[in-house]
């Protein structure tokens, strides 16, 4: 099984005392408030691509793309359900097909407690 997603770690050695703070409460999240305010994402969505992951994409991969990147998402929250980058993508293209509303007040609800339960891992 070939893994291809980033995920940010506390151990990092490049990380100082300050840097840690911020991933340990998410705040390195915080800029992309700013890309919510200009439009450029939502709060809810698949979390934006990286450039590095696109050649790995298989065709069904892109429809996660339907929708405008969100900071949170179905995958988000349910990360302990994911076994690898392919079931988050699936995750994401499930939430594609389903994103109402109410789905995405649930998914923010639902986003605080995870955040605060997996400190640094979002």
């Given at each position: 099984r070939r893994e291809?997603?980033?995920f940010k770690s506390l151990e990092d050695p490049r990380v100082?005392?300050?840097g840690r703070f911020i991933r340990t409460w998410n705040l390195d999240e915080l800029p992309n408030l700013l890309n919510v305010?200009?439009?450029e994402m939502s709060i809810v969505g698949p979390r934006?691509?990286?450039d590095y992951e696109l050649p790995y994409y298989k065709d069904w991969f892109f429809r996660r793309f339907s929708v405008r990147p969100g900071l949170t998402g179905l995958?988000?929250?349910k990360r302990a359900d994911a076994e690898d980058f392919d079931e988050m993508i699936r995750m994401d293209v499930?939430?594609?097909e389903q994103m109402s509303v109410w789905l995405d007040l649930k998914l923010i609800a639902l986003t605080?407690?995870?955040i605060i339960r997996e400190k640094g891992t979002f």
């Open positions: 291809i997603g980033v100082t005392a300050v305010l200009r439009g934006p691509a990286l995958w988000q929250v499930d939430y594609t605080i407690p995870s």
